[in-house]
């Protein structure tokens, strides 16, 4: 499942965040990259240990916990610590898949596995020519480029590539997720139902019988596809 979330930051927080950034050291980002896909990205990116992630990072996670439709699009088990990346001109990503299994830094050696990747714009499309993310999967070819403070989740058993940047400086915070639920197709369903139920709560009410009866159908569901 492909998920354009809007407004998962708020203005205040994209210009914070901004402001931050722009006043941090860059370094390259194939540090972050596994043998494959280091040949193929050429970026920059805030170094994962630094104060600066650690202080942003907060700020995505909070944002995350408060979005209904990241909790109820990704079922989040584990996040790992957000990081942060940037296109200049001539700067793009190849056709890579992201790594399945992640350290979690600072954790001891703890690892998880990556099963939906979230990109957060940090710049408005007007900014900058290029750096379109393209999502390549079963349900096609998709070219994102997103207002700041949007974001755009996929799974990371997908195909994707940014495109390269011609003008200006794309921004963007990116992060990947273990979810309760490994299946995408499962977790595409759980979410297709709690949007249902969300609509028929507004039409009918939290005590009707056809609204109580598909929350136990959800419930059930996710009690019978979790893993914790």
């Not at 998920?3 to 390259?28: F, H, K, M, N």
């Not at 079963?138 to 390269?164: C, D, E, N, Q």
Request: proline fraction near 6%.
């Amino acid at each position: 499942m492909l998920l354009q979330i809007p407004d998962i930051l708020t203005s205040g927080e994209v210009a914070q965040c901004r402001a931050v950034l722009e006043a941090s050291p860059w370094v390259d980002g194939r540090v972050t990259a596994g043998d494959q896909a280091a040949g193929a990205k050429h970026n920059l990116q805030i170094p994962e240990e630094s104060g600066t992630a650690q202080e942003l990072g907060v700020v995505i996670l909070r944002a995350l916990a408060r979005s209904p439709a990241f909790n109820s699009a990704v079922l989040p088990l584990r996040v790992l610590p957000p990081m942060f990346n940037r296109y200049d001109p001539a700067m793009t990503y190849g056709f890579h898949v992201d790594n399945s299994i992640r350290s979690i830094p600072g954790s001891g050696g703890l690892r998880m596995r990556a099963d939906v990747s979230t990109t957060i714009f940090l710049g408005d499309p007007e900014d900058y020519d290029g750096g379109e993310l393209i999502v390549e999967d079963t349900y096609g070819t998709k070219s994102v480029k997103l207002p700041a403070g949007h974001a755009i989740v996929y799974p990371s058993s997908s195909l994707h590539r940014v495109s390269p940047v011609t003008r200006g400086s794309r921004w963007a915070s990116f992060f990947f997720t273990q979810s309760m639920v490994r299946d995408d197709g499962l977790r595409a369903m759980l979410y297709d139902l709690d949007m249902a139920i969300i609509g028929l709560r507004q039409e009918l009410g939290d005590t009707h019988h056809a609204v109580l009866s598909l929350v136990n159908h959800y419930h059930n569901l996710l009690r019978r596809w979790a893993e914790l």
